[in-house]
Every structure is written in C-alpha cells, then in structure tokens.
C-alpha cells in the first residue's frame, strides 16, 4: 500500500530533505512539495492525498492555520524545529509531531503508526460487518 504524501515548507533545504526520505520510504509516494503554502493548500485540496508533512512557521500563512483550509480528510504530519509546537500540533488533530531535522527513523515510525491505524480500522469494519 503506498500513501501519497504532499511536503509544505518554505525551506528548500528541508523539502529536499522530505523529499529523499520519502523516496526512501517503500510505502510511500510524492506527490509534491511546495515552499508556497497556498500552493500546497491548493494540492491538497485537488488530488488523493493521504498525508501531508507540514511546517508550521512559514512567512504567508502558519501551518495550524492552513492545515484548517484543508477542504478534505487527510492525515497531517507537523514538522519544526520548536518542539513546543508540539502539544498544539495534536490538539490541530495531526497524526504525529516531528522535530527537525527529519530523518529516515522519524519518518518510518510516523508512516508505521498511519499503516497499523489504517490496519486496525479496516478490521473494525470487517468485524462490524461480519457480525
């Protein structure tokens, strides 16, 4: 199973980062990466997106507040160099906080907690509609 994954970060040091770690990454599939957010915003909202890798501090538009525009479902990954975000980042509803400097370990472990998430709530539902 791949996830299609969208990075939004106004650094191009970390979006070159994002973008090697997920192709590292044998379940997932890059579907962009955007230093504009609004641009990104705009992937997300037009495409099959599965999990988007989001920064927060971003001159235009910080991340909390453009993860609310999202007109769709998707899994967030909040990704900065302030571990304080870190409490807010899932009180926004993201799936996983990462500090940076990402790496290949921080990646792995968000992406295993999604799949055993997908996992688990496909069994919930063959339970239900078996009994």
Known sequence: MKLNVIVIDDSAV???ISTKLIAQNEHLNLVGTYSNPFLGLNAVNDNEIDIVL???EMPEI???SLQKLF???VSVIINSTRPSFEDQAYDNGAI???AKPL???KINI???KLLKSKVDLLEEMITSIAS
């Open 14 to 16: 970390q979006l070159a």
């Open 54 to 56: 989001l920064d927060v």
């Open 62 to 64: 910080d991340g909390f």
């Open 71 to 73: 007109n769709k479902s």
């Open 96 to 98: 996983d906080f990462m």
């Open 103 to 105: 790496n290949a370990t």
């Open 110 to 112: 968000a992406v295993a």
